[in-house]
């Protein structure tokens, strides 16, 4: 069985690579040199060429506040890219596994979104994403749309690994105190969609639509940096003061939710998919960044 995975590059994509597949199982995950997604006749070539049993797109233009004046850039890569792979994955009867973002809700709702919530994105990535989703949905029937937040990995630039720097760096960190939401690890992430791809190639049956995926649990960005900062000094790093501000005090070109907690309620339902508590997921991070936690620190 043959597996496209698409953005290998990137945290989700490097995590799929890594994932123990089953036996028989190949993934290819050729690099933007190989395969231009944005380029029709390229990934109609690509596909006429292999009999894929799935296609799981985890590509995106997610530089946010970059994309408030690159914004052809990045509805290139998260709408027309889509759009194309889509049509060309109906066209050969291959299921679509697509990541989308929490930043498709304006944040403005108390609780968490479920996934049949209104949509209403307040800048242009989000914008970008939503229309990414509805190319998917009128492309390809056998799609599943998983949409997740906050992802951090050991790989490539990620809230972690930003905190763990300037954590070495500066006596005192302020973050960001009233934005919600959930923190989501790249690798539990691509093994979410790894099963949901898995099923739909096997399973013509298998649920499609739109699903949510983020570890179990919500918090704040100031306490998530508190998190990761008491995580490393459990690891021998420096202790340091993480101080909350408003959203306010940080302005930035695009506008963040201030609520992104997500509903995985009915992932679970269909696929049987549970996410472990996002603290979990962390230790795992760090663990594989730094290393466990050490003794001295832990008595």
């Not at 809700?105 to 990414?132: E, H, M, Q, W």
């Not at 008491?230 to 021998?236: D, E, K, P």
Request: charge should be negative; aromatic fraction near 6%.
């Amino acid at each position: 069985m043959d597996i496209l995975v698409l953005g290998g590059a990137g945290q989700v994509g490097t995590e799929l690579q890594a994932y123990a597949w089953p036996e028989g199982v190949t993934v290819h995950a050729p690099d933007r040199a190989a395969l231009d997604i944005t380029d029709a006749d390229a990934v109609a070539r690509l596909l006429a060429e292999r009999r894929f049993a799935a296609v799981i797109n985890t590509a995106a233009y997610t530089a946010v506040d970059k994309a408030e004046s690159e914004p052809v850039s990045a509805w290139r890569l998260n709408a027309l890219a889509p759009a194309i792979l889509a049509a060309e994955t109906a066209r050969h009867a291959i299921p679509l596994v697509h990541v989308s973002t929490d930043y498709v809700f304006d944040g403005t709702r108390p609780g968490a979104y479920r996934p049949d919530d209104l949509i209403a994105p307040r800048s242009v990535y989000g914008a970008s994403k939503a229309g990414g989703e509805l190319a998917v949905r009128a492309g390809n029937p056998r799609h599943a749309i998983l949409r997740t937040a906050w992802v951090v990995s050991p790989h490539r630039g990620n809230f972690v690994k930003t905190m763990l720097r300037l954590a070495a760096e500066r006596d005192r960190l302020t973050v960001v105190d009233d934005q919600h939401g959930c923190p989501t690890s790249a690798a539990d992430l691509a093994a979410a969609l790894a099963v949901v791809a898995l099923r739909m190639a096997d399973d013509a049956n298998a649920p499609t639509g739109t699903f949510h995926c983020v570890n179990a649990g919500t918090t704040t960005w100031h306490g998530f940096a508190q998190a990761v900062v008491a995580g490393s000094v459990a690891r021998g790093g420096r202790e340091v003061s993480v101080a909350g501000i408003p959203t306010s005090a940080y302005p930035t070109p695009a506008r963040r939710p201030a609520n992104s907690e997500l509903s995985t309620e009915s992932l679970t339902t269909a696929y049987g998919i549970a996410m472990r508590p996002w603290q979990q997921a962390l230790d795992t991070i760090l663990d594989r960044l730094i290393g466990p936690v050490s003794t001295e620190a832990s008595r």
